[in-house]
């Protein structure tokens, strides 16, 4: 019945889904661009740059395959309660069409290419783009809104320890990716991405995600999470989740 196409592409820290925060600015050190396609010239853009926030309007390319469920069990109610598709941000959704509000850091142009850098986003490399508009505070910032089951951030974060190695590999990717790489991992990790039956288990297993060019690893113990490694990235994802 319509037939939407992308207007660009993400360009994201996160390689796959696992460990993405479940909503943006929870990771403000998480940096994103969107690489806008070529028929779209900076006139497109003109003035956008005079707004902090942008709401982005996406696909979820890499679940829409999978279909959807009229009842999900979020995470916020502990993975065992269900409400109607509709009261969540679930990826599972008909049209599998997502919308985050992020920070636009700045505009440029590469190679005849718009692009636009963003801080917190929570949205895998590759996510095609189908709209983008300014965040507009006088009508969307609602300070007496009601949130039902997600009234407050989720209040409970870990603490996150780095091995004396994993310390030494963020210095290098750092350099390497213009990125305070310790803070990006410590942000991401202290939201626990495991699923949330898990997250009352005694949990002794290594965990992995990749982020840029690498695989992070890391622990669960009494204290918390303990960063194990940045390791060369394998040739499949990671699995250990
Ligand atoms: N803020 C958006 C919304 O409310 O529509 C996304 C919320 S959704 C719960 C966030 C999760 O979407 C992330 O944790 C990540 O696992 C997943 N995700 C991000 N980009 C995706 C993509 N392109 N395809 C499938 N899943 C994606």
């Known amino acids: 019945m319509f037939n939407i196409q ?33 028929t779209f010239s900076l006139e497109s853009v003109r003035g956008l740059d005079e707004f902090s926030h942008i ?27 269900r409400v109607g598709v509709f009261a969540t941000r679930s990826t599972f959704r008909p049209n599998a069409l997502g919308l985050s509000v992020v920070r636009l850091v700045s505009m440029v142009e590469h190679n005849r290419q718009v692009c636009l850098d963003l801080q917190g986003a929570d949205l895998l490399d590759g996510t095609p783009i189908l709209d983008i508009k300014p965040y507009l505070p006088y009508v969307e910032a609602i300070p007496d809104a009601q949130a039902g089951y997600a009234q407050q951030a989720p209040c409970e974060v870990l603490q996150v320890r780095f091995s004396k190695s994993a310390s030494v590999q963020c210095q290098q990717k750092s350099t390497q990716w213009q990125v305070n790489m310790e803070l990006l991992i410590r942000q991401i990790l202290q939201q626990d991405p495991r699923p949330a039956y898990r997250t009352t288990l005694k949990d002794s297993r290594a965990y992995g995600m990749r982020l840029y060019d690498f695989d992070l690893h890391w622990r669960y113990d009494a204290d918390g999470i303990e960063v194990l490694d940045l390791s060369p990235k394998s040739s499949l994802p990671q699995t250990k989740h």
């Open 6 to 38: 992308p207007i660009g592409y993400v360009q994201s820290c996160y390689q796959e889904k696992f460990g993405i925060p479940r909503q943006p600015n929870l990771v403000s050190e998480a940096k994103a661009r969107i690489v806008l396609l070529d």
């Open 55 to 81: 709401w982005i309007i996406f696909r979820f390319h890499m679940t829409a395959a999978q279909g959807w469920h009229p009842t999900v069990r979020p995470p916020r109610l502990g993975g065992n309660q």
